[in-house]
């Protein structure tokens, strides 16, 4: 084993050549983050302090230590006036028309159309100005339900619109959509109805324009659906061309990147110009600018995304180094790019874009350096054993598929892609632009389309899970100088992740269950849990794109397990939407849903979960036809000391009959735990269940903001009147309950530990 000193000085050797820039760019990066770990607010005066903190570590040549104050300062002056831009309450209550221009049109092939807006002017309907866009343009994402045409980039429109606020669904461990759109510049969201005004106030100009002819024309050729839809993502960055599946297609074979706009294909664009340049005796420094200038130009056109702004910066930054004009080492290169990028938008951390783009490039900076120059195929091989050995844990924590598959694939994808496809995709826009000509487009996309067949083919073979995730950290050894101590450990560690799990230990035969309310939006999901078996009560709503909410909540809380039961109390869309989506994903023993599986759920029955005892109690028969509200399946779950009572939208008429029988189920002891009826709507948890059961606690699974107004008024006071503690899951996120035999319900709330400060862009006052 190496000693400590010989590690120690091999480190100290590693950092010593650094540059400046890198130290700053570190700090930078650090403080942003630490910044974006604070609850609440610093008071103005510990801003200012630390603004002339930071230039005084300038002065001084404390570059790091700069970097660090500046990022933690810099974070919070950008999100402060970033919420200055977003929506306010009064905003978010009836229509606003808005005055915008057009920055992204993302027709779909499932209906659910949508734009992105640089919004200009916003007024409410009594013609009073909003508080969105009131000091600067601000950058919105709104669905497009109108059945007039879908408006193109570059276009300028007045639109009615419903606005919200960013809002995240709040689960543990799960993505937040807030930091995801808040990373992209966004500061609100929402819809144009179908029976909204809408008119276009100009078209499109430059580039918008030539790239909506482009879009319009290669829609019209003659070519494959497949082809089409990866030629438009690889030429002209049109990524919302992809379907699902073929998002999947790229994610097993860890080819994502290969279809996103970035130092590849700028560097690529760029090398074309300098060598077109030669034949025509161009001086080098014109070369270069118009190489540059070609470059930005199509970052531009693509959609400047950070890929693409990492990339264009990069390649500014070398064009400098190439002009003669500064000797740039490839770090302070490197490290001049990510400060610019994080100054632009700090946000950009929240996003796994910034750590994927700038990762790749530092692993491979890191590993390559010092190494004797190879041939092509060598240094392909390099390239892709670093990216295995250094990307792969950097993909785990940002929630990024690891494709077993990957290296393998991109030995050759790589070159077909970088050296044969992406320029005949130049060349076709070239033919384009000149002439109409769609003919080089229609080859080049029938190539891609073969090319998408082979990766469906590898995409089908078998994968193995990483069963070890921390072992990879050893893979980054590898990515040190030669000669550092322990360096051939690495492909240890990727051996070590793979290794297979003991075999899992039997439940404990103790009493304690769990009970999890997720947060689903308007809409229930419960998850039951008991000795290592699940039930889950409703699946939440469901959406006509695919996407089911309980989907991202459950992920977490499953482990590869399945479910024992799934039961779905009625057929309401809030509370069996996501079936479809999450039988796809998991399966379970027991599906209680009439149609098509004709389990149905009706008073008598019962069954057991772990130690749990699970009644029906409603409704007296099985249902035919259609299951509504008032025929909602109602369970009460018992275990040695505690109880749940999940009634779905069933009525305070139908909760009149079965309450009858609940004391004595009960054994006249209090209900540990109420699910409010419908959501805590008026027509539920009416008072004879509440004196049936006098629960101690009372969970309302309520959307944040709800148009239904859950939950009412009247059924919060009916529950304070019975000395009942509320919980919503709108405000307070998920909450998880563990109830154990001779002691209090232990609460956990997703807002007890997640109050991130960009969280308050969503609760902006008046």
């Known amino acids: 084993m190496p000693s400590l000193s010989a590690v120690t000085k091999s480190v100290n050797q590693l950092f010593r050549n650094l540059p400046a820039s890198w130290f700053f760019a570190s700090g930078l990066l650090l403080g942003i983050q630490l910044a974006l770990s604070l609850s609440v607010w610093p008071a103005p005066e510990i801003l200012v302090l630390l603004f002339l903190l930071a230039m005084g570590a300038i002065l001084r040549g404390y570059w790091g230590r700069a970097g660090l104050l500046l990022g933690y300062f810099w974070l919070l002056v950008f999100l402060a006036w970033r919420m200055e831009l977003a929506p306010s309450w009064l905003d978010t209550q009836g229509e606003v028309t808005l005055v915008a221009d057009i920055l992204e049109s993302r027709p779909s092939s499932k209906g659910l159309d949508s734009l992105v807006l640089q919004v200009k002017q916003c007024t409410r309907a009594k013609g009073e100005p909003c508080t969105l866009a009131a000091r600067a343009p601000a950058r919105i994402r709104l669905n497009w339900y109108s059945p007039e045409a879908l408006p193109q980039a570059g276009e300028t429109w007045q639109l009615e619109a419903r606005i919200r606020p960013l809002h995240s669904l709040k689960n543990f461990d799960a993505p937040s959509f807030t930091a995801s759109q808040l990373a992209q510049n966004l500061v609100s969201r929402g819809y144009i109805g179908r029976s909204a005004e809408t008119r276009k106030l100009a078209a499109a100009r430059g580039l918008d324009q030539l790239r909506s002819?482009?879009?319009?024309?290669?829609?019209?050729?003659?070519?494959?659906?497949?082809?089409?839809?990866?030629?438009?993502?690889?030429?002209?960055?049109?990524?919302?061309?992809?379907?699902?599946?073929?998002?999947?297609?790229?994610?097993?074979?860890?080819?994502?990147?290969?279809?996103?706009?970035?130092?590849?294909?700028?560097?690529?664009?760029?090398?074309?110009?300098?060598?077109?340049?030669?034949?025509?005796?161009?001086?080098?420094?014109?070369?270069?600018?118009?190489?540059?200038?070609?470059?930005?130009?199509?970052?531009?056109l693509s959609g400047w995304g950070v890929a693409a702004q990492r990339a264009a910066i990069m390649l500014g930054l070398t064009a400098l180094l190439l002009s003669g004009w500064r000797r740039l080492s490839p770090w302070t290169i490197f490290s001049l790019a990510l400060s610019l990028v994080l100054l632009l938008n700090p946000l950009l951390v929240l996003g796994r874009g910034l750590w994927l783009s700038f990762g790749a490039v530092a692993l491979l900076l890191l590993a390559l350096r010092g190494l004797k120059p190879v041939g092509a195929w060598h240094n392909l091989l390099r390239v892709q054993w670093v990216i295995a050995l250094g990307l792969t844990p950097l993909l785990l924590w940002q929630d990024a598929h690891f494709s077993l598959w990957a290296p393998l694939v991109n030995l050759m994808a790589v070159p077909l892609v970088g050296l044969l496809l992406l320029p005949l995709g130049f060349f076709s826009l070239v033919v384009l632009a000149l002439t109409g000509g769609t003919w080089p487009a229609e080859i080049t996309a029938w190539m891609l389309g073969k090319a998408v067949e082979l990766l469906s083919l590898v995409a089908a073979w078998p994968s193995w899970e990483i069963q070890h995730p921390a072992w990879l950290w050893l893979g980054l050894l590898g990515l040190m100088p030669p000669g550092f101590p322990g360096r051939l450990l690495a492909p240890l560690g990727l051996i070590l992740a793979f290794l297979p799990q003991p075999a899992p230990e039997p439940y404990p035969l103790d009493k304690d269950w769990q009970v999890k309310v997720l947060d689903v939006g308007q809409g229930t999901a419960i998850l039951v849990e008991s000795q290592g078996q699940k039930l889950l009560y409703d699946t939440g709503s469901g959406y006509p794109s695919g996407w089911a909410p309980a989907i991202a909540a459950l992920q977490p809380q499953m482990s590869g397990s399945n479910f024992q039961h799934l039961v779905i109390s009625h057929e309401d869309n809030d509370h069996s939407g996501g079936l479809p989506k999450l039988l796809d994903q998991w399966s379970a023993e027991e599906v209680w849903m009439p149609r098509p599986y004709d389990n149905l759920c009706h008073a008598g029955q019962s069954w057991q979960l772990g130690t749990l005892d699970i009644l029906a109690l409603w409704p007296p028969k099985p249902v035919e036809g259609r299951v509504n509200n008032e025929d909602s399946c109602v369970l009460l779950i018992r275990g040695e000391e505690h109880s749940l009572l999940l009634t779905g939208d069933a009525t305070t008429a139908e909760e009149a009959f079965f309450s009858q029988a609940l004391p004595s189920l009960l054994k006249h002891q209090p209900l540990t735990l109420l699910i409010s009826g419908h959501h805590g709507s008026q027509t539920s948890t009416g008072t004879p269940l509440l004196e049936a059961t006098q629960p101690r606690l009372a969970i309302h699974t309520a959307g944040w903001r709800n148009h239904h107004g859950h939950p009412h008024i009247s059924v919060v006071q009916r529950l304070l009147d019975f000395q009942t503690r509320q919980l919503n899951t709108g405000h307070h996120g998920a909450i998880f309950i563990n109830l154990q035999p001779g002691k209090k319900p232990q609460i956990q709330t997703w807002s007890q530990q997640n109050q991130p400060l960009w969280e308050g862009i969503s609760h902006k006052p008046n």
């Open 213 to 300: 002819n482009w879009l319009q024309r290669l829609n019209q050729a003659d070519m494959s659906e497949t082809g089409r839809r990866f030629f438009m993502a690889l030429a002209l960055g049109e990524r919302q061309a992809l379907l699902p599946e073929d998002w999947e297609i790229l994610e097993r074979t860890g080819t994502i990147h290969l279809w996103v706009i970035s130092g590849l294909h700028l560097g690529m664009l760029a090398g074309l110009v300098l060598w077109l340049a030669r034949p025509l005796r161009l001086p080098w420094i014109p070369a270069l600018l118009m190489s540059l200038a070609v470059a930005w130009s199509y970052a531009q």
